[in-house]
């Protein structure tokens, strides 16, 4: 999608045109503004209007602090930004922590008004119908609010439900909260408008199609199933959603589970009907290891075939300088002069299976002496660790790293005297390179970074889009809802497709082994895709999987006996390495799971504002 700027505030709200007298100046129209009825008389001007409201997106998941620093995903390297206020259990209503556009309460309800004015004056007759663009522009509309109530009803639940503009006068614009299951209704009511408006219309990328309608449908359906919303199951693992006195405003308090089931596993097989999306999904066998970390990487960068597993995506344009296409500089090494903002940490590192679909295990002697050895492909297209090669270092880097590898660890080196000295790894924390900005858990995303070496990160901006909804996840929600109704044979059927693409065997087990494979692949193959935050608690799992202590690996390299190096480098042959797995330092970061973390309060300025809301149990 392109970037579109705001019109001006007159396309949010009408302009007053003051008519009391007849002097010139007072008439005179403002050079800067236009007024509602120009705006909706005219076919660009209301297309203009619709197009900024994508601009509710943001920087899709690219900002420069990322969703997966709330995860078990990664860590965020520069702390008292709001993250740990999350991380830590500390967030409360006059202090939730980091929120960044595409979460916030008021934010999101700025893009539903601006929604609202759209479909109600894309309904009046006095707009011209040319070309059957009010269909478009309403489906467009529609999905876009479908989008921002989801958002507001995956992190606070059922939320007061507003399908039209307040007008300036009204005697109330206090609302109270509809239930969990009227919100999830009328988000559905809404893509299922979408998907009816845009059916067989070519639509530029970036723009709402049927395929991004009835995706987001799934999507939400998905989380409806979930045991989060299911009343019964939320109470028997939550003490203080046990306790809330109005659960219907968070969980589905009547209807069967399983009947939710099947409406998820129907909607996301309608989006796996749909002809033209997904990449290398019709594999009998897996791939070879090499190929399946080239295909992840096409998958992840949406070229080569993989963009076609984009059913909605933000899209960046590097003559634009967006900040989305900056992810390179956001979490690159630090010795490559970036910023390593979000960092993988040892527990996500450790949950990629070996090449032959075992677990990988510290305790193997053979595995934890050569941790990054065979193990899945995507590993390899996901993060940097010791010894990766990357890109060439800027010219004054080159002479200390000729060969182009991430160097997290401390080596022994003989200096000119002859003497063996350490040498700290230019991607540490007490490398030369700003040492300020280096890894904490010695590991650095590869993923969504695009690996031309013409691409300098710490100033080039790269065209990376990011994937909003993407053909995979709906493969996941299919598999995973034939799993909860007991159909293992046909998500296993489905999790292979993944797999051999990915260079990985097929998946055997069935029953609930099959459902933690299902979720260990599902993190895996959507890493920092803004999947682990919400998975985690509607599988309700985050106590022992979010708050786990973060960790990272120290790496050390000894020269064997006999060798002399005087400049380092990744190098088996000459050095012995050791790998110890610590825990980062609590004044870092001491993450802890609480439960009122299923959902995020309500500020506590919305509260005073709307006197009518009822906070989030637990806050």
């Known amino acids: ?129 040319t070309g059957n663009i009010v269909e478009r522009l309403t489906g467009e509309t529609k999905f876009m609010r479908a989008y921002f109530y989801h958002q507001l009803a995956r992190y606070y639940g059922g939320v007061p439900l507003v399908d039209r503009p307040y007008d300036l006068g009204e005697a109330d614009y206090m609302a109270t909260r509809n239930t969990w299951a009227e919100t999830v209704a009328f988000i559905v009511k809404d893509l299922d408008d979408a998907a009816a408006l845009l059916k067989g219309k070519s639509m530029a990328a970036g723009r709402a199609n049927e395929a991004a ?125 970036n910023w390593a903002g979000n960092t993988p940490i040892q527990v996500m590192v450790d949950d990629y299976e070996m090449m032959d679909g075992t677990k990988f295990d510290w305790k193997n002697p053979a595995q934890a002496s050569d941790p990054y050895a065979n193990r899945d492909p995507r590993f390899y297209a996901s993060i940097l660790t010791e010894g990766s090669p990357w890109k060439v270092r800027s010219n004054a880097n080159l002479p200390r790293d000729p060969a182009s590898q991430i160097q997290t660890g401390r080596y022994e080196i003989v200096n000119a005297s002859g003497a063996k000295v350490t040498h700290f790894g230019l991607d540490t924390r007490q490398s030369p390179i700003e040492d300020w900005n280096g890894s904490y858990t010695g590991y650095y995303i590869r993923k969504f970074t695009d690996p031309n070496p013409a691409i300098v990160d710490q100033n080039t901006w790269q065209e990376v889009p990011w994937p909003i909804l993407r053909y995979t996840e709906m493969v996941f929600n299919y598999a995973e809802a034939c799993i ?83 400049l380092y480098k990744y190098d088996k042959e000459n050095y012995n390495y050791a790998y110890t797995v610590f825990e980062i330092d609590p004044g870092k970061e001491n993450r802890s799971w609480a439960d009122k973390l299923y959902y995020l309060p309500i500020d506590r300025n919305e509260m005073n504002r709307n006197t009518k809301l009822l906070q989030n149990p637990g806050y």
């Not at 692949?521 to 682990?532: D, H």
């Open 484 to 566: 909860e109704l007991g159909q293992d044979e046909e998500a296993r059927t489905w999790l292979n497709k993944i797999r051999f693409r990915a260079g990985m065997p097929a998946i055997t087990e069935s029953g609930d082994a099959l459902r933690q494979r299902f979720r260990n692949e599902k993190r895996i193959e959507m890493y920092l895709e803004e999947q682990r935050f919400h998975d985690a608690r509607r599988w309700m799992i985050a106590p022992t999987t979010l708050g786990r202590k973060a960790n990272g690996i120290s790496i050390v390299g000894t020269l064997k006996p006999g060798k002399t190096v005087s």
């Open 213 to 337: 309608a009835l995706a987001l449908k799934a999507r939400m359906l998905t989380y409806d199933a979930s045991d989060l919303h299911d009343a019964t199951k939320m109470k028997a693992k939550s003490t203080v959603l046990s306790s809330f006195t109005k659960p219907e405003l968070v969980a589905n308090v009547t209807g069967s589970q399983a009947d939710r089931w099947q409406k998820a596993k129907a909607a996301a097989k309608a989006v796996l009907d749909l002809s033209g999306y997904g990449n290398l999904l019709n594999l009998t066998a897996p791939v070879s290891a090499q190929q399946g970390t080239t295909n992840y990487m096409n998958n992840s960068l949406s070229r080569n075939g993989g963009q076609n597993e984009l059913l909605m995506a933000r899209y960046f344009i590097n003559a634009k300088q967006e900040n989305g296409g900056r992810q390179g500089l956001f979490n690159g090494p630090n010795g490559y002069n």
């Open 1 to 129: 999608m392109k970037q579109y700027k705001l019109l001006v505030a007159s396309l949010i709200a009408a302009t007053v045109v003051v008519t009391s007298c007849n002097d010139d100046f007072v008439n005179t129209q403002p050079l800067n503004e236009l007024s509602e009825n120009a705006v909706w008389t005219d076919a660009a001007l209301a297309e203009a209007f619709v197009s900024e409201i994508y601009a509710g997106f943001g920087n899709g998941g690219f900002d420069e602090q990322m969703l997966a620093s709330l995860t078990d995903e990664t860590i965020f390297t520069h702390p008292g930004r709001g993250i740990t206020t999350i991380t830590e259990g500390r967030s409360n209503p006059a202090d939730i922590g980091w929120v960044n556009g595409t979460i916030s309460w008021q934010q999101m309800y700025l893009r539903i008004r601006s929604c609202n004015l759209a479909l109600k004056n894309l309904a009046s007759p006095k707009f011209t119908n």
